[in-house]
């Protein structure tokens, strides 16, 4: 998603959407992103649903976009805002965007209540996580539908996936499981339109509106050389777009063309596994190096040391704490200590630096910990098939 907007929905205990995650409110548990409601890729009887239309591919103004948005000044839900007759003075200013066009497209814009109340509720979670807090959230994921999805998209895109894991040394099952936690492979990319939802979050929602302005900011400058009518995508209830759930600023960094039509389209599984990929390179992925390793613990002393993807611990420290891995790693010295609450006890892991990698999208161990879980399920599904014939 975008990396500043997991980074803020961590801090207020918000769960996008985003992933589903993409328009679905919060979950329980701290960083946590709900399970679809009804937004699988397949309906009740089995069949699947088709994929949103791409804003990519929906007819657009073209040139005549600047005078369908025109208005001497900004009427409806956002006429006599002051900090928004700022941003698009600056957005004029900075960016060469008409004054006249920017009216016509606010002016358009609808305040979301709703989403102001929402966000309001939200508190930071304090605490340990309640037992059992990993067999919920992991449950969410980890379904029948979501791995027989995953391996139908893995078929789906194969090419796409096997040039990506080539180019930025990215494992297909993992883009797979990204993109199948955050909008089910594409079933459940958003609802709400995007200009509603950045618009409203930038000037009504004061205690983080100055990133949302940067965001709202980033959608307009995408949407223009895109080519995109800023009206018509759709999202999370925050603003982030696509398989991926880029937010508009991620997009500006880290969106590939990788079809090479000419348009990085998050709604295109090629550019979205493309984008995904190039996002976990850029963020510091290991060709080739393990996401996790788990581990065994004896005694108390294992639950002495803090735990969770930001912590870095020596094979010796862990030793002295009677915690080791279960197969042989090496002592890299930045060992992340993953502890897991089931039902019926902690199960411990260690997170190596591409488990830290995913931890970047989503600022989540359960998040991380569903990915990197979710892709080795699909993975065996995505192979079963192969191994049969044999």
Not at 74 to 89: C, M, N, Q, T
Not at 90 to 103: A, C, D, I, P, Q
Not at 190 to 216: K, M, N, Q, V
Not at 332 to 344: I, V
């Amino acid at each position: 998603m975008g990396r500043l907007l997991r980074r803020f929905l961590g801090l207020v205990g918000v769960v996008m959407l985003a992933s589903g995650c993409a328009s679905q409110p919060a979950a329980s548990d701290p960083g946590a992103k709900p399970a679809p409601t009804g937004s699988s890729a397949t309906s009740g009887s089995g069949t699947r649903k088709p994929r949103p239309v791409s804003p990519m591919r929906q007819p657009a103004a073209g040139g005549a976009m600047a005078a369908v948005y025109r208005a001497p000044t900004v009427r409806g839900d956002y006429a006599g805002y002051p900090e928004l007759d700022r941003f698009i003075s600056r957005m004029v200013t900075e960016h060469g965007f008409s004054r006249e066009y920017l009216n016509g497209v606010f002016s358009q814009a609808e305040r979301k209540d709703w989403t102001i109340e929402y966000m309001n509720r939200q508190a930071p979670s304090a605490g340990p996580p309640r037992p059992g807090a990993w067999a919920r959230y992991r449950a969410k994921f980890l379904t029948d539908r979501h791995i027989a999805e995953g391996a139908a998209f893995w078929r789906d895109n194969a090419s796409a996936l096997s040039r990506a894991q080539e180019r930025y040394g990215v494992p297909a099952e993992y883009i797979v499981g990204i993109i199948g936690v955050e909008t089910m492979y594409g079933a459940n990319t958003g609802s709400h339109r995007i200009i509603d939802a950045l618009t409203t979050l930038a000037f009504d929602y004061p205690r983080r509106a100055d990133y949302f302005r940067g965001e709202l900011e980033n959608y307009l400058v995408m949407t223009r050389a895109e080519g995109i009518d800023p009206l018509a995508p759709k999202g999370s209830f925050a603003g982030a777009m696509g398989l991926g759930q880029f937010m508009p600023g991620s997009f500006q960094k880290w969106a590939v063309d990788f079809d090479g039509d000419g348009h990085k389209d998050l709604w295109d599984p090629s550019d979205a596994v493309g984008s995904v990929a190039n996002y976990f390179a850029a963020h510091g992925w290991r060709r080739g190096q393990p996401v996790v390793t788990p581990a065994s613990a004896l005694g108390a002393r294992a639950g002495v040391l803090d735990a969770g993807f930001d912590t870095s611990y020596s094979l010796g420290t862990l030793a002295s704490h009677d915690i080791r891995p279960v197969s042989q790693v090496a002592d890299s010295g930045d060992l992340r200590l993953l502890r897991l609450s089931n039902n019926a006890g902690d199960e411990y892991w260690l997170g190596h630096q591409n488990f830290y990698v995913i931890t970047r999208y989503n600022h989540s161990t359960h998040y991380a910990m569903a990915v990197y879980q979710l892709s080795q399920a699909v993975k065996q599904r995505y192979r079963a098939p192969v191994v049969a014939q044999r």
